[in-house]
C-alpha cells in the first residue's frame, strides 16, 4: 500500500512537471529550413459526421499502424516503456492519455490489466505499478550496474522484452520539429516509381541501419521491420506497379570513415579503406542512397562532415544520376560515460549544409524527430534496444516516419 501511494504521488508529479515544465520545439532555422514548427494537435479532427476515428490494428505489426506519425492523430499505437532505475515502479508517457486502451508485453503477446499489474489517473502523462504487478521491473542497483558505461546493458532481445506497450487516446497536444520535405530533390526516384520501373535503393550505414535492434532483428514478436525496411516496404505499398529493388550494405561498429579511405579496426570483406565504399555502394548501381553514419564517429563534426562529402562526390563520380538523401540519427544514452561524446544537433546541421552544396541530395532531420519526441517527455531507457545505443521499434518507427515524410509529404500516412 505504501509503494502503491509512492506511486501515484510519483505520477502526479510527472503530471506537473509536464504540464509546467515543457520545453517548446526548436525553431526552423535551428536544423537549416524545414516545414514550420509548432502546436500540432495529434489525434487529427474528427470526421464531419462527429465520428471517432477508427482505430487500426495494434495486436501485431502492421506497417501503417507503425507509421502513423507520432505528431499526429489521436491515438498512440504500442508506446514502449521500461520501468528501470530510479523511477522502476513508474515511466512517464508522451501525451497524457484520455483512455488507455491496452498494456502488453513488448511482444504483445501478454495483456496487463488495470488496478491488477497497473494504475494510471485520467489525465495524467504516466503510467504506474502496483505492489503485485507482474510487469517486469528493475532496480536503481540492477539498472546501474555497470555491465557497460556505468549501465546495464544488452544486446539481443533481452531489454525488449522487459519493456510493454501502450496504447492509448489522447487529446493533448505537443510541439514537434516537423521533418523537411525533399521530394523535389529526388525526381528521378519519382519518375521511375510513377512509371513502374525498377528503383535500386540502397542503404549504407552503422549498426542501426542494419536493423539493430528492431524485433525482427532480435528475432522476437511482433516482429517489426527494421527502419530500412519500413521505407522500402511503404515504397511498394504506395508504388505497386514499380520494383523496389532493397540492397542494405550497412555493418555494425562503422564510422562515416568507413566509406573513405581510412581504415577501421576491421578489415570487413578483406578490404581496405575505401574499397568497401565501391563493393557496397558503387557496385550496387544506386538510383537512391540514404547514407546514414554518425553513431559511431567521434565529436569533430569537421571530419564527420568532411567524410560524407566524399561519399556523395564518389557516388556522383561513379553515378552522375544517383540521388541522395542523408540521416541524421539518434542520441546515445545521456548517462553512457564515453558513448554521449557529440553535440548531436550539429551533426545534423552538418548534414542540413552539405545538402545545399548539392543538386539532387536531400536530409532526413531523424536527430530533430528524437529531440522532438525527448522534450515530449520521453526517456531514452523507454526507446532503447541496448540500454546504450541501439533503438528499439518506436524509435525504429521515428526513423522511419521522418524518412517517408521527408520523401514523400506530410500526408503520406493517407496513400497505404
Known amino acids: 500500500m505504501k509503494r502503491t501511494l509512492a506511486v501515484m504521488a510519483a505520477m502526479l508529479a510527472f503530471g506537473m512537471c509536464m504540464a509546467g515544465c515543457a520545453q517548446p520545439g526548436k525553431e526552423p532555422d535551428d536544423i537549416g529550413g524545414g516545414q514550420t514548427p509548432g502546436e500540432q494537435t495529434p489525434g487529427g479532427e474528427q470526421t464531419p459526421g462527429g465520428e471517432k476515428e477508427p482505430l487500426l490494428e495494434y495486436d501485431r505489426y502492421q506497417l501503417k499502424t507503425y507509421l502513423t506519425p507520432f505528431w499526429e492523430g489521436k491515438t498512440v499505437y504500442n508506446e514502449t516503456l521500461w520501468f528501470a532505475g530510479d523511477d522502476s515502479y513508474v515511466a512517464p508517457l508522451m501525451y497524457a492519455p484520455d483512455e488507455i486502451l491496452s498494456v502488453t508485453s513488448y511482444d504483445l503477446k ?113 516482429n517489426a521491420e527494421s527502419y530500412p525496411e519500413m521505407v522500402r516496404s511503404y515504397m511498394q505499398a504506395r508504388y505497386p506497379q514499380a520494383t523496389v529493388n532493397y540492397i542494405n550494405t550497412a555493418v555494425g561498429g562503422t564510422d562515416s570513415n568507413w566509406g573513405n579511405d581510412g581504415k577501421m579496426n576491421h578489415d570487413l570483406d578483406n578490404l581496405d579503406g575505401g574499397a568497401h565504399f565501391q563493393s557496397r555502394v558503387l557496385d550496387k548501381d544506386p538510383d537512391l542512397l540514404f547514407i546514414a553514419f554518425g553513431m559511431n564517429d567521434g ?5 564527420f562532415k568532411s567524410n560524407i562529402r566524399s561519399m556523395i562526390e564518389r557516388a556522383r563520380a561513379a553515378k552522375p544520376e544517383v540521388e541522395i538523401v542523408l540521416v541524421s540519427g539518434m542520441t546515445a544514452n545521456p548517462e553512457a560515460a564515453g558513448f554521449y561524446n557529440k553535440d548531436y544537433a550539429a551533426f545534423e546541421q552538418a548534414l542540413v549544409e552539405l545538402t545545399e552544396d548539392y543538386d539532387r541530395v536531400g536530409v532526413a532531420t531523424v536527430y530533430s524527430s528524437v529531440d522532438s519526441l525527448n522534450k515530449a517527455g520521453k526517456r531514452f531507457r523507454d526507446w532503447t534496444g541496448n540500454n546504450i545505443n541501439h533503438p528499439n521499434d518506436f524509435m525504429s518507427r521515428l526513423y522511419a516516419q521522418t524518412i517517408v515524410y521527408t520523401l514523400f509529404g506530410e500526408d503520406y500516412i493517407e496513400h497505404i
Not at 181 to 203: C, M, Q, R
Not at 299 to 303: A, D, F, K, Q, Y
Open 299 to 303: 565529436p569533430v563534426v569537421e571530419t
Open 110 to 222: 501478454t495483456v496487463y490489466k488495470a488496478g491488477v499489474d497497473y494504475i494510471w489517473s485520467k489525465g495524467t502523462p504516466a503510467l504506474g505499478l502496483t505492489d503485485d504487478t507482474s510487469i517486469p521491473h528493475m532496480s536503481r542497483a540492477e539498472y546501474y550496474d555497470g555491465t557497460m558505461a556505468g549501465l546495464f546493458f544488452s544486446e539481443g532481445p533481452t531489454i525488449s522484452l522487459k519493456q510493454v506497450c501502450v496504447t492509448y487516446t489522447h487529446s493533448d497536444s505537443k510541439q514537434w520539429t516537423l521533418p523537411r520535405v525533399e521530394k523535389d530533390k529526388l525526381p528521378k526516384t519519382f519518375e521511375k516509381l510513377e512509371k513502374g520501373e525498377a528503383l535500386n535503393v540502397v542503404f549504407y550505414g552503422d549498426s542501426i541501419t542494419v536493423g539493430a535492434n528492431s524485433s525482427s532483428y532480435v528475432q522476437i514478436a511482433p
